[in-house]
């Protein structure tokens, strides 16, 4: 997938992060829960364009991890939301799968980034 692609595809993750987040019923557990989940999901796509905008391999890498490990908090806090029953499953299942997907596709980039340039280590 180029580039262009997944920006598109990471700002509509966190366009449905924002929309998700807005339809959950209010209480405290919901709205804590709900913060956290706004922050990692949107902070999905901003990292992802701070790596298209790397200086270096290694930045690139670092970059990359951010997206990955904001995608794979979005899915700890979607889980929770899901476990609890707080949220719609449906809904938040395949907001996850779009998470897992996000997950997958930073790893795999990661490891060809580093591949092709050993010194891109973190």
Do not use: H
């Amino acid at each position: 997938m180029d580039a262009e692609k997944l920006k598109k595809r990471t700002r509509q993750f966190a366009l449905r992060v924002i929309r998700a987040v807005e339809a959950l019923p209010r209480g405290r557990a919901t709205d804590v829960i709900g913060n956290q989940l706004l922050r990692s999901g949107t902070s999905v796509a901003a990292n992802y364009r701070a790596a298209c905008r790397a200086k270096s391999a290694a930045d690139f890498v670092s970059k990359k991890g951010n997206v990955e490990e904001e995608a794979d908090e979005s899915m700890f806090w979607m889980e929770l939301l899901q476990e609890s029953g707080l949220a719609n499953s449906k809904d938040i299942e395949e907001l996850m799968d779009e998470a897992d997907q996000l997950v997958a596709i930073a790893v795999a980039s990661i490891t060809t980034a580093r591949r092709n340039n050993p010194r891109a280590k973190r």
